[in-house]
């Protein structure tokens, strides 16, 4: 057997050191000391049944956070962008048509998910700074029939926020579904998923809101 030739790096022999940064921006943030308690307990199965009561707990948390009683709730084992990522690729199927709201690098990401997976992607475009009317919206809508409207809530790159007043209820006219961007405002501004999101139709409704802070979440129905 070969006698090893790389040595174990010296960077690797010594206590990680991380600097303290006071971090303003939407994300990443600074992380409060009673969350890094949380994250220094035991490590425990993840088939454990405490971890079942854990996982109802963080469901029961986002429901509130995003005042919804969907029980289609769930945590994404990822940030931000992977449950983007997810609900884009799990909505839309190739040759469907997608409408995209871009007013920022957000909108201009989903375009490009929707398009690696084959869908027909139209976009209704705003200058940085700007955000869409209703009427703008509806436009849009009567004209592409999409089978899916991206929204970004809260658009870091410009810091725009979004109205979604409105949007969810023509989503329905249009038989569509709503896929909302909340990375970047959830916790810093109301979000109303059961009245903006107007659930009355649960077979063909999907509004998924997203966020990051240490993993993303998602809402079906």
């Known amino acids: 057997m070969s006698s090893i030739s790389v040595p174990p790096p010296k960077c690797l022999q010594k ?27 035991p490590v425990i199965g993840h088939m454990h049944p405490e971890i079942f009561e854990i996982m109802n707990d963080i469901k029961s948390g986002i429901q509130y956070m995003f005042q919804t009683q969907n029980k289609m709730t769930l945590a994404v084992s990822g940030t931000g962008h992977s449950a983007m990522e997810c609900a884009i690729f799990n909505a839309v199927e190739p040759g469907e048509s997608v409408l995209v709201a871009v007013n920022g690098i957000w909108g201009e990401r989903a375009a490009e998910m929707a398009e690696r997976i084959g869908a027909r992607v139209n976009t209704i475009v705003a200058p940085p700074g700007g955000c869409f009317t209703i009427e703008e919206m509806e436009k849009a809508l009567s004209k592409h029939r999409p089978a ?12 725009v926020l979004h109205p979604l007043d409105g949007i969810g209820q023509l989503c329905h006219k249009y038989n569509c579904l709503f896929l909302v961007d909340s ?39």
């Open 15 to 41: 206590p990680l050191t991380v600097p303290y940064r006071h971090m303003f921006g939407p994300g990443p943030s600074n992380v409060p000391s009673r969350i890094l308690e949380a994250g220094a307990n």
């Open 148 to 159: 899916l409207l991206f929204v970004a809530h809260g658009e870091s790159s410009t810091g």
């Open 183 to 221: 990375v970047a405002s959830i916790g810093g501004a109301p979000v109303y998923m059961d009245q903006q999101g107007a659930l009355k139709n649960p077979a063909r409704c999907f509004q998924s809101l997203f966020y990051e802070i240490i993993y993303g979440s998602g809402f079906c129905s």
